[in-house]
């Protein structure tokens, strides 16, 4: 079976190989993206590099108007290493319904040269089957059922990151490329007023205030499943935030977490949960 943006979804499908290098060219669009200073010799990469090779993009809808990020999981295992060739593999686990959207999941393997993983990530992608022009509808913030029951969650509070987000480092931080996170008219292609920050750009927000925290402890045994809520514009303003809570239920070696990004209007666009040996 050919794999192509045009396979008919399904689960269980091999979605193939790909090599992704920890190049300059990764680092500075990354840091850039963030507007983050560079580090001049840093021992290990920002964990959401591992972002830049995601084999979802190997199974689309064909009909990919409105298409949203859901929901993001991860698990690190070993801190991944600037100027390191890594290679990733890709499978197809799921398919299903969510309200009115439908939904890929998808697995992405990121192994080192030595052949150990370093880095699993399964990604939800969300698709509007039922409408193909227009203006996508988007539900209302406030009455979404996160924004009615989500409370800040207790514990030692890490952070914020603060970031106005501009167009220009959306430009950055992917890598230069033409698509509806960068350029307005591709956006409204795909039934969108504006372009949409990339939820790979907000949920490295998350993991570089993750990074900071805990360093390698959290790149070589983080685990995180992100929630996207609502989407973030050019220019809006975010605060991303982090607390540190008790020992974890199933595993007391491990510290569960909590981080958010919040809107400079209140509105939670990303939320997260995970955990951490420490």
Request: hydrophobic letters at 35%; charged letters at 25%.
């Amino acid at each position: 079976m050919a794999i192509g943006k045009f396979v008919e979804p399904q689960p269980g499908v091999d979605l193939g190989t790909a090599q992704i290098v920890i190049d300059e060219r990764a680092l500075d669009d990354y840091y850039r993206g963030l507007e983050i200073e560079q580090p001049g010799q840093a021992a290990s990469a920002p964990s959401m590099v591992a972002a830049n090779v995601d084999m979802s993009t190997r199974m689309y809808f064909e009909n990919d108007f409105g298409n949203l990020w859901l929901r993001q999981e991860w698990d690190f295992r070993k801190p991944l290493q600037p100027g390191a060739t890594y290679e990733a593999s890709g499978r197809s686990l799921d398919v299903y319904q969510r309200r009115d959207r439908s939904v890929i999941l998808t697995e992405t393997v990121l192994k080192d040269e030595s052949g150990d993983v370093a880095v699993v990530q399964r990604h939800h992608q969300s698709f509007v089957l039922d409408q193909s022009e227009g203006q996508v509808t988007l539900r209302d913030p406030s009455k979404k059922e996160g924004a009615r029951s989500y409370s800040l969650p207790q514990g030692k509070p890490f952070g914020p990151i603060v970031r106005t987000i501009s167009l220009e480092m959306c430009g950055s931080f992917f890598h230069g490329d033409r698509n509806y996170h960068t350029d307005k008219e591709a956006s409204e292609e795909l039934g969108f007023t504006d372009v949409v920050v990339g939820g790979k750009m907000t949920m490295s927000l998350i993991g570089e205030l993750l990074d900071r925290r805990f360093g390698d402890a959290w790149k070589s045994s983080g685990k995180l499943l992100v929630k996207f809520t609502n989407i973030v514009w050019p220019n809006e303003t975010v605060l991303v935030k982090g607390v540190l809570q008790g020992a974890n239920s199933d595993d007391p070696s491990r510290r569960d977490i909590a981080c958010w990004v919040e809107k400079d209007n209140g509105v939670i666009a990303v939320v997260a949960e995970g955990s951490l040996e420490l």
